[in-house]
């Protein structure tokens, strides 16, 4: 079993920045992939970015690249997001997930990108 526990979420004025982190317990987390994912009010959720489990390989979602940045402590199990140049559009409820088939996910947390 996998825990996954998000936080760093919050409210910020356009053009800020955040960082999100991913706290995970419970299983080997260096092994997998790590993704974050976020869902807006009425739409479904999407993909924003993913790490492998070294590290090396990123990939983003079109609408985040250049701005978002992921990155993974896998001596301390934590999987980070950090978000600059924020857009009213990036507001959602962003969730960090992992395994093969993406079957764990956190609780996530709220980014309001308003003024």
């Known amino acids: 079993q996998v825990q996954l526990v998000e936080s760093g979420g919050g409210l910020v004025q356009p053009g800020g920045s955040l960082r999100l982190s991913c706290a995970a317990s419970?299983?080997?987390?260096?092994?997998?992939?790590m993704g974050w994912f976020r869902q807006a009010p009425g739409k479904e959720r999407e993909f924003v970015a993913r790490i492998s489990p070294s590290g090396l390989i990123t990939s983003y979602a079109d609408s985040v690249k250049g701005r978002f940045t992921i990155s993974r402590d896998n001596a301390n199990n934590i999987v980070y997001l950090q978000m600059n140049s924020l857009k009213p559009e990036d507001t959602a409820v962003y969730f960090c997930?992992?395994?093969?088939?993406?079957?764990?996910w956190g609780q996530g947390t709220q980014v309001t990108v308003s003024s």
């Open positions: 419970g299983r080997t987390f260096s092994s997998y992939f």
């Open positions: 997930a992992t395994g093969t088939t993406w079957n764990y």
